[in-house]
Structure formats: structure tokens, C-alpha cells
């Protein structure tokens, strides 16, 4: 319940830092599209980390001291995602306010990503999950990272840079798809999401 509460919260405070960007001569859709641009993208990213905690916790038979922790420093990522908007819409911060974004989301991935990867393969508390389907999993959550890297490389101007972590990210989803395919092949009662 906690978990939910904290995506709950994160979502909400979210929408509440919208304020519309006042400039002189601006239309009303000038002034709302950057702020509600970034929420729905804020509101989704958090929704795809909600959704894979939930798929997860779904999965566990238990859970110890390690993934407790490691779900609350995820949680208080998740709970930072409003700070980081709030910031990333300020207009004095330019390209810096997508610079944290990007780091501020990519992180909350990247943990979620190590979250699964001690719950699944070093504690294996998710003994009935085929493993190809939990390393597809993974590898979902880590092409989820490299896309927001690939993103802020590109943004940043480092157009070069950002191939690498986009091909990684592409071959990761490309690879997670076979994995899948080959689970059900093989058990066609796996679950797959």
C-alpha cells in the first residue's frame, strides 16, 4: 500500500506544479503545451514504473531486508519525480531542466531495473516466473534507461553520442521480444506481460 500511495502522491504533485508560461501576446495553447506536455510525459513514465512494480510484487513469494531497502530508495526516486518537473518547467533553466529530467527519470529506471535484478536473480524471490521472461523483463527496464540516456545525449547536442545508447536500448527490446516468444513457446501458460 505504501508503494501505491507514493505513485499516487507523485502523480498528483505532479499535476499540481502546472502553471502556465505568461508571456506577453502568448495564446492559451502557447502557454500551457510545454507544462502539459511534460506532465502527460511525467504521467506516464511514472505510470510504466507503477506498472512494472506491480507486475514484480505480483511475482514475489516474499521479500527480505535487501529489496525492502532497495524498494524505498525506488519509492523515494518516484517520490523526487515531482521535484524534477517542477524544475525541468522552469523557464530560467533551459536545457538544464531536461538535463535533470532525464536524469531524475533514467535514474528511477535504472533502480527499478537493480530491483528486479536482486529480486529475481540474486534472491530469487520469484521462483514461478520463467527466467527468460524475468530477464526479458530486465532488459525492458534497462532499455527504458538507455532510451532517457540516448534522449539527453541527443538533446544535449551530442546527436553521435546518443546512437550508441539508442541501438543498445533497440537491440534490449529486440532481444526481450524473442525471449518472451521463446517462453511461450515453450510453456504456453507462462505469463508474459
Partial sequence: MLSD?????AITLSAIELKPELNTGAGLWQAWRTPLLLYFVSFLLTGVIWSLHRRVMGHLR???????ALNMVL????????????????????A??????????????????????????VARLAP???????????????????LIGAAWL?????????????????LLLLGRRRLEHAAR????????S
Avoid at 519509492?75 to 533551459?94: E, N, Q, T
Avoid at 538544464?96 to 536473480?121: E, I, K, N, P
Avoid at 523483463?137 to 534507461?145: E, K, P, R
Wanted: some cysteine.
Fill in 96 to 121: 538544464d531542466g531536461f538535463a535533470v529530467y532525464a536524469v531524475g527519470t533514467g535514474t528511477t529506471y535504472l533502480c527499478m531495473a537493480l530491483f528486479w535484478l536482486y529480486l529475481a536473480f
Fill in 5 to 9: 500511495g507514493v505513485f499516487a502522491i
Fill in 62 to 68: 516474499r521479500i527480505d531486508a535487501v529489496g525492502t
Fill in 128 to 146: 514461478d516466473l520463467d527466467r527468460r521472461v524475468a530477464l526479458a523483463w530486465l532488459m525492458q527496464m534497462v532499455a527504458a534507461t538507455s
Fill in 75 to 94: 519509492l523515494s526516486l518516484v517520490a523526487l519525480l515531482p521535484v524534477v518537473v517542477r524544475y525541468a518547467l522552469a523557464a530560467d533553466v533551459g
Fill in 185 to 192: 513457446g515453450t510453456n504456453g501458460a507462462a505469463r508474459v
Fill in 154 to 170: 541527443y538533446q544535449a547536442g551530442l546527436h553521435h553520442g546518443a546512437l550508441l545508447p539508442g541501438i543498445v536500448a533497440v
